[in-house]
């Protein structure tokens, strides 16, 4: 099975020039699975050539505008593209970020055509404060744990396994297990140990930089900096660290580089800043 990760966009809430909010794409087997789905969504996926329509799953880790602000966008799409009684994706979220979605589509296409078409998704509600586990299908478990972000808009940080398998006779001879891991925006948490235990992949939060604002090292305003990312990616075995949600501001200014330098001297492994429209395959 071919499974890949595309970024979306790795911005801030307020992204580098140019920059879009953070959003991702798995792709494995039959599921496509957006992972957040901020105010360009639309223009977003347009920008690597996919189609709202092959999505199967939406994942919102929380109620900020940089992460869901898109939902009623997709909801229209949903509405205006798809065939009257086509199948509409999953929609997963935990019950506080799921009064934000419900109160965007009532508040921006309450129109009875778009409303009732996003009542039509299969939601799929899950815990604010406990962790959980959701398959997505045969093949993919989702489990989620809150993450630190702030009373209000509190966060789901997700890990998908996927099993890759490949049958003989109707008899399974070689599986292999991809681990993708996603804090969404979050302070330094011991979670992430567990939502990134040996992953493949671990997307992590890294609005702040320990070098630039030592004063801030652990993380703050509901961040991390990329330095206790790291850290954490490091004791959790993780083989590839993607720091994202870097300030916009420390992004135009050039500093990319001394998060990927922070990062490069708590963790072994890979350490990136991945750019929008990247794409790797597991
Ligand atoms: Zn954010
Ligand atoms: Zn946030």
Not at 76 to 100: C, E, N, Q
Not at 115 to 143: D, F
Not at 172 to 200: H, I, M, P, W, Y
Not at 258 to 279: N, Q
Request: hydrophobic share 45%; proline share 5%; net charge negative.
């Amino acid at each position: 099975m071919v499974i890949q990760v595309t970024f979306l966009g790795t911005g801030s809430a307020l992204p580098s020039r140019g920059a879009a909010n953070c959003a991702y794409l798995i792709r494995a087997g039959a599921a496509t699975i957006l992972i957040d789905c901020g105010p360009s969504i639309l223009q977003q996926l347009d920008a690597v050539a996919v189609s709202p329509g092959e999505i199967t799953h939406v994942f919102v880790t929380h109620r900020h505008g940089d992460h869901a602000l898109g939902y009623p966008m997709l909801a229209l799409w949903w509405a205006l593209k798809l065939p009257r009684d086509g199948p509409l994706p999953a929609v997963i979220a935990s019950a506080t970020t799921w009064i934000s979605l419900d109160a965007l589509i009532s508040h921006s296409y309450g129109d009875a055509h778009v409303a009732s078409r996003a009542g039509q998704v299969q939601r799929i509600v899950l815990p604010t404060e406990q962790s959980a586990e959701t398959p997505i299908n045969p093949a993919i478990m989702l489990r989620t744990w809150p993450m630190k972000h702030g009373d209000w808009a509190p966060v789901l940080g997700g890990r998908f396994e996927i099993i890759d398998g490949e049958t003989s006779s109707g008899r399974q001879v070689k599986a292999r297990v991809v681990t993708l891991a996603f804090t969404g925006d979050t302070e330094s948490t011991e979670n992430v140990l567990l939502l990134a235990q040996n992953a493949d992949l671990l997307v992590h939060d890294a609005g702040l930089s320990a070098s630039l604002t030592p004063d801030l090292k652990m993380g703050a305003h509901g961040h991390s900096t990329a330095e206790a990312a790291a850290e954490l990616a490091q004791r959790a075995g993780a083989r590839h660290l993607a720091l994202v949600h870097l300030e916009g501001e420390n992004v135009d200014a050039g500093h990319t580089v001394v998060y990927l330098a922070e990062a490069s001297r708590a963790f072994d492994g890979l350490v990136s800043a991945p750019a929008a429209g990247l794409t790797l395959r597991f």
